[in-house]
Nanobody, 127 residues
Framework: QVQLVESGGGLVQAGGSLRLSCAASGRTFSSLVMGWFRQAPGKEREFVAAVSWTGEYAYNTDSAKGRFTISRDNAKNTVFLQMNSLKPEDTAIYYC????????????????????WGQGTQVTVSS
């Protein structure tokens, strides 16, 4: 089992930045693919970014590429999502996810590829 705890959400003005963190425990972190998803009110959960244990990356190019950066610190069992130039449409609950399953990075844009989820952290961007 893997336990995931997100932190770092909050209220920020448009154009501002936030750094989300997700601390993992319960399994060898370095073997996991880690991802971030978000869900806005009334919308489906959306892929944001993912990073493999070997340092491969995947981003939702429409919403995240160029503004968001995912990174991981295997020594601290933590994955981060640095979000810059935030927009009101980035307002959502952000979820950390982990996968112990093998696969190509493109597969980890699907929520069904993950077997562990955090409780989510709220990000609100005011205009």
């Amino acid at each position: 089992q893997v336990q995931l705890v997100e932190s770092g959400g909050g209220l920020v003005q448009a154009g501002g930045s936030l750094r989300l963190s997700c601390a993992a425990s319960g399994r060898t972190f370095s073997s996991l693919v880690m991802g971030w998803f978000r869900q806005a009110p009334g919308k489906e959960r959306e892929f944001v970014a993912a990073v493999s244990w070997t340092g491969e990356y995947a981003y939702n190019t429409d919403s995240a590429k160029g503004r968001f950066t995912i990174s991981r610190d295997n020594a601290k069992n933590t994955v981060f999502l640095q979000m810059n130039s935030l927009k009101p449409e980035d307002t959502a609950i952000y979820y950390c996810a982990a996968s112990s399953r093998p696969g190509a990075m493109a597969e980890f844009a699907r929520s069904s590829s993950y077997n562990y989820w955090g409780q989510g952290t709220q990000v609100t961007v005011s205009s």
